[in-house]
């Protein structure tokens, strides 16, 4: 994997999804550990196969909710708050897909899920994870592609 250009178009993805979406300026970060629930992810199946997790406090996602919504989070249905999330990690997905390859590269990508229980994944060492701050409260987003199956 060319960490360097995932890194770019990541850095990018990350900065206008959240941007456009949820009103929020985000910016690239050290690495350091994220307190989280559950992880939302979202697989990639063309133009290559691969996975983008998005993991975020309590605090983050209901800063990023409450700001779509434009409602209280206490205000909103479970449904609502997981369908808001999942949809920003789509566009952050596609974003993401469309400045690594181009604007003229279809791609596919999965419906975005939620994993509760982190044994549900797979081995996160062969994930780059990168971190990011969101007017003080830090993400973090773990990528893996599969490059050598990669149709671009």
Request: overall charge negative.
């Amino acid at each position: 994997m060319d960490v360097e250009k995932i890194k770019t178009s990541l850095d990018a993805a990350v900065m206008q999804s959240f941007g456009d979406m949820a009103f929020i300026d985000v910016v690239s970060t050290e690495p350091q550990a994220v307190d989280h629930g559950q992880i939302m992810i979202l697989e990639i199946t063309k133009p290559t196969r691969g996975e983008i997790y998005l993991i975020m406090s309590k605090e983050g996602k209901q800063q990023a909710v409450e700001n779509i919504h434009g409602d209280s989070w206490d205000q909103l249905t479970p449904a609502q708050i997981d369908d808001c999330l999942l949809e920003l990690l789509n566009v952050l997905g596609g974003n993401f897909l469309s400045d690594y390859y181009g604007e003229n590269v279809s791609y596919s990508l999965s419906f975005p899920q939620v994993i509760f229980d982190e044994s549900e994944l797979p081995d996160l060492n062969e994930f780059v994870k990168f971190t990011y701050d969101a007017e003080d409260v830090p993400f973090s987003v773990a990528i893996k592609l599969d490059l050598e199956g990669a149709h671009a």
